[in-house]
């Protein structure tokens, strides 16, 4: 089993910026693709970035390219998002996931692609 935990929401002027965390544990070591994806108000949950923990290759939504940057520390177990320049359009749940698997991940960020998922952490960001 797989839990992970994410922390560092919170409220924030546009402009800003925050950064993420989500701390894993249990049998993460089959998992080689994490992510962050988000669920705005009303709106379907949506892949933000992910990274591939083998190689480090990362993949970005447009809507996030350029202001995002994910990472992840071994030592710690624990996957980053840093988020600068938000936007209002940024408030949403963030929720931290983990594909089943060794394999890379995809450059299409999905929801439906990912086993394990945290509990959230709610980013909001005021003009």
């Known amino acids: 089993q797989v839990q992970l935990a994410e922390s560092g929401g919170g409220s924030v002027q546009a402009g800003g910026s925050l950064r993420l965390s989500c701390a894993a544990s249990g049998n993460i070591y089959g998992s080689n693709c994490m992510g962050w994806f988000r669920q705005p108000p009303g709106k379907e949950r949506e892949g933000v970035a992910a990274t591939s923990l083998g190689d480090g290759v990362s993949y970005y939504a447009d809507s996030v390219l350029g202001r995002a940057i994910i990472s992840h520390d071994n030592a710690k177990n624990t996957l980053y998002l840093q988020m600068n320049s938000l936007k209002p359009d940024d408030t949403a749940m963030y929720y931290c996931?983990?594909?089943?698997?060794?394999?890379?991940?995809?450059?299409?960020?999905?929801?439906?692609?990912?086993?394990?998922w945290g509990q959230g952490t709610q980013v909001t960001v005021s003009s």
């Open positions: 996931a983990a594909r089943r698997g060794g394999g890379n991940c995809f450059r299409n960020i999905l929801p439906g692609d990912f086993s394990y």
